[in-house]
């Protein structure tokens, strides 16, 4: 079985500060991870996935998602947050016996403060 | 490009009551799926489909009907609403199902059943 958990509900940080979201995952085989960010009463837009190769992955809006096998981790993130980043942001896992199933975390609410 | 299409965005059902969830895309996708977004739950899978007349359940179908007659629509049903089924709905879709391949998705349908 797969699933993801993300294990914080709200991360606080300020601007200009570097920002980490977390994210823990269980698979049964390779693991096919994505982070997805959600605006309010938007759908979920697409930042990065980790398929395979370097475990640095580089996504959209300066974010990056570094893979660690030996932890199960997948954390997402970036150098210097912005306000704008505020948002709730989803990790994600492929089902590696059935690629037509995402099993999604609970998501984790990011609050960036001026 | 419109991308995905969700219809209606706000909806209020009473109990017992049926209606039917639009999704339209226009990108050709293979690909379609509906979600359901709960707090504290994330996403959860209801139903998807790899092309024009092949559906198939995902983690939570009951209560569900989804058809797909064409490439372009995938309408989610609900037969008889309950309280339970208040969500947020997504529908999702890519070009083909695999590893690395991104699922895109709509802006949400707000359901409330009374």
């Known amino acids: 079985a797969q699933s993801v958990a993300q294990p914080e509900d709200q991360v606080n940080v300020a601007e200009g500060n570097p920002l980490t979201v977390k994210c823990t995952y269980s698979?049964?085989?390779?693991?096919?991870l994505f982070w997805y960010v959600q605006y309010p009463n938007r759908g979920l837009q697409f930042l990065l996935k980790?398929?395979?190769?370097?475990?640095l992955v580089k996504g959209s809006y300066g974010f990056e998602a570094e893979f660690n096998k030996s932890q199960t981790s997948f954390h997402l993130k970036k150098p210097s947050a912005l306000v704008s980043d505020s948002a709730l942001y989803f990790c994600a896992v492929r089902d590696a016996d059935n690629f037509n199933k995402f099993y999604f975390g609970s998501g984790t609410k990011l609050n960036v403060k001026p | 490009n419109a991308g995905v299409t969700q219809t209606p965005k706000f909806q209020v059902l009473k109990t017992g009551q049926s209606m039917t969830l639009q999704c339209a895309q226009d990108m050709n996708h293979e690909y379609m799926s509906w979600y359901r977004q709960d707090p504290g739950m994330g996403l959860r899978l209801i139903h998807y489909?790899?092309?024009?007349?092949?559906?198939d359940q995902g983690e939570v179908p009951n209560g569900y009907n989804v058809s797909r007659s064409t490439t372009e629509d995938f309408p989610l049903r609900l037969l008889s609403a309950a309280p339970s089924q208040t969500s947020v709905y997504f529908c999702a879709s890519s070009y083909e199902v695999g590893p690395g391949n991104t699922i895109y998705f709509g802006e949400g349908s707000w359901l409330t059943v009374v």
């Open positions: 980790y398929i395979t190769g370097d475990n």
């Open positions: 489909s790899v092309g024009a007349g092949i559906t």
């Open positions: 698979v049964s085989g390779n693991p096919y």
